[in-house]
């Protein structure tokens, strides 16, 4: 059985995928006295970010999640969201252009994260040891507005096709390609890979369950970031913002990408189900048969499992940003934040993608271990059983 995880975007809410790493390589490790190893890592955005550092470590991945953990924990806004009055003169460009690339905040200080603090060597020798079969990050090509997947395996792994909305490029994943990937569009700059940029991967492949089921995953387990809830409430008399309405648009097109895949999932899984069966034995050998004369993939089922917040983290970070002061000190950077702290409902949505906060970080991977620890029998039934050939 090949095993694959697959992590999404969301910017700050990224912690919880952590906190997810953190209880299966720690409690639930301990508890049944063995690891998940996950063959294939597939992640875009923040996604790349954890799926980096989850197949950097995977010759050690207690230490490896922990230290990602504090890596989240030590965060302050001014880490990551850098904003003050030297700034400012540079802003006109995120409108117009031109000269170097341009966001609203400085991304040196992610880049300095990114390349300091993944053991980049590591990765390298986990792929050719094979303790990882493949690692995929995706970006957006800004001029032609694909995605771009970039694929680094072990040896003898094929590659996942191109096709129209993808283009596949096997690579030595480096700093740069996880920083394009982790761009997320007008708050950090576009990064530039020969000669193009890219900017954030989720724009067009937030959940990337095709790469991994074309490099030949068995079973997948999916982390969402958003939480599937019934329809918020806007109080009478009051128009929403630019911002709340930015806000409920990316959470529901972060989960539409997850729901829509999985749908997809599902019904192809239920045609070569009914197709075995009418089919009876050796029938799923001879359509792999014909599959690999036209250098197709064979045909498989795939087992998924999905986790998403148990808690809505737009309601969580709404209630941290009212009765907590981030660790922020500059007045510009305050302002900002409070631009995105909504008025109306309940729920800040959009600041919960931005909040690289350790306060906040520490409740979604509390979240994240929770929930984890919740599906424990659950998770462990998926990821050690081998239900034989299929």
């Known amino acids: 059985m090949t095993t694959g995880i697959v992590m999404s975007g969301g910017g700050a809410r990224g912690s919880y995928e952590v906190g997810v790493l953190n209880y ?8 049944f006295g063995r690891s998940p190893v996950f063959d294939v890592i597939s992640g875009t955005s923040v996604g790349a970010v954890n799926g980096t550092a989850l ?10 999640m922990r230290l990602l953990a504090n890596v989240w924990l030590e965060q302050t806004l001014s880490d990551i969201m850098r904003l003050d009055l030297r700034h400012l003169p540079r802003l006109y460009r995120v409108w117009l252009g031109g000269g170097m690339p341009a966001g609203i905040f400085d991304a040196r200080p992610l880049a300095r ?17 094979n303790r990882v079969k493949a690692l995929t990050v995706s970006a957006t090509n800004i001029r032609s507005g694909r995605s771009t997947l970039y694929v680094d395996r072990a040896k003898g792994v094929a590659l996942p096709r191109s096709s129209l909305r993808i283009i596949v490029q096997p690579s030595h ?3 740069q390609h996880v920083l394009a990937s982790a761009a997320m569009p007008l708050v950090f700059p576009p990064v530039r890979i020969g000669n193009d940029y890219y900017c954030d991967g989720g724009i067009r492949l937030n959940t990337p369950t095709a790469p991994a089921i074309q490099l030949g995953v068995d079973r997948m387990f999916v982390i969402g970031v958003t939480t599937p809830r019934p329809e918020t409430t806007v109080p009478t008399g009051r128009t929403p913002g630019a911002s709340f309405l930015l806000g409920k648009a990316v959470d529901a097109l972060m989960l539409d990408h997850i729901e829509h895949d999985l749908e997809e999932l599902r019904l192809v899984n239920e045609i070569l189900e009914d197709a075995l069966e009418a089919g009876g034995p050796g029938f799923q050998e001879k359509i792999n048969a014909v599959a690999a004369l036209h250098g197709r993939p064979a045909r498989r089922q795939i087992k998924t499992f999905v986790l998403h917040p148990s808690m809505d983290i737009g309601l969580l970070a709404s209630d941290h940003l009212r009765n907590h002061k981030p660790r922020l000190g500059r007045l510009i950077g305050h302002t900002a934040l409070r631009m995105l702290d909504v008025g109306e409902g309940a729920d800040a949505d959009l600041a919960s993608y ?37």
């Open 113 to 129: 994260l990114i390349s300091q603090r993944i053991p980049w060597r590591q990765l390298a020798r986990n792929l050719r040891a």
């Open 354 to 390: 931005l909040l690289f906060d350790g306060d906040f970080a520490r409740i979604l991977i509390d979240l994240g271990h929770k929930d984890a620890a919740r599906h424990r029998d659950e998770l462990a039934e998926f990821l050690f059983s081998d239900p034989g050939p299929q």
């Open 173 to 175: 994943i480096l700093p």
């Open 55 to 64: 197949a950097a470590t995977a010759n050690d991945p207690e230490p490896g």
């Open 24 to 31: 299966l390589y720690s409690d639930f490790a301990r508890h």
